[in-house]
């Protein structure tokens, strides 16, 4: 189970490890599926630790921001690490995550669009 939480603006955290394995991937994807369902229309942050981001973080990472699109559910990205920002804004593909340094950041652009995705 992944922690969760939802914050009082109605935003929706994901917290990931950012070296997160490739056997990992599969059910981590999943459990995240699953939350996008029963949260549905939530905005989502996905929050990475500080780790190094591993090919399967930023593969998860990417995919749960396609999901949220898919879903017409706003998603940001939180983490600390600016080489990971990096990555994330460049390398992910397009259109990229919304990245943001930290979690206030990234919960004040996505608590305007709580209630307003149908």
Do not use: F, N, W, Y
Not at 56 to 80: K, L, P
């Amino acid at each position: 189970m992944l922690p969760i939480k939802v914050t009082d603006d109605g935003v929706l955290i994901v917290r990931l490890q950012a070296d997160l394995d490739i056997g990992r991937r599969a059910a981590t994807t999943s459990t995240i599926d699953g939350l996008l369902t029963a949260h549905r229309s939530t905005p989502v942050v996905l929050e990475l630790s500080d780790a190094a981001l591993s090919p399967a973080a930023m593969s998860i990472v990417v995919r749960a921001d396609r999901m949220c699109r898919e879903a017409g559910t706003a998603a940001a990205v939180v983490t600390s690490c600016a080489k990971a920002r990096r990555i994330l804004g460049s390398d992910a593909g397009t259109p990229a995550p919304d990245v943001h340094a930290t979690i206030p950041l990234a919960v004040a652009a996505l608590a305007g669009t709580v209630g307003s995705v149908a």
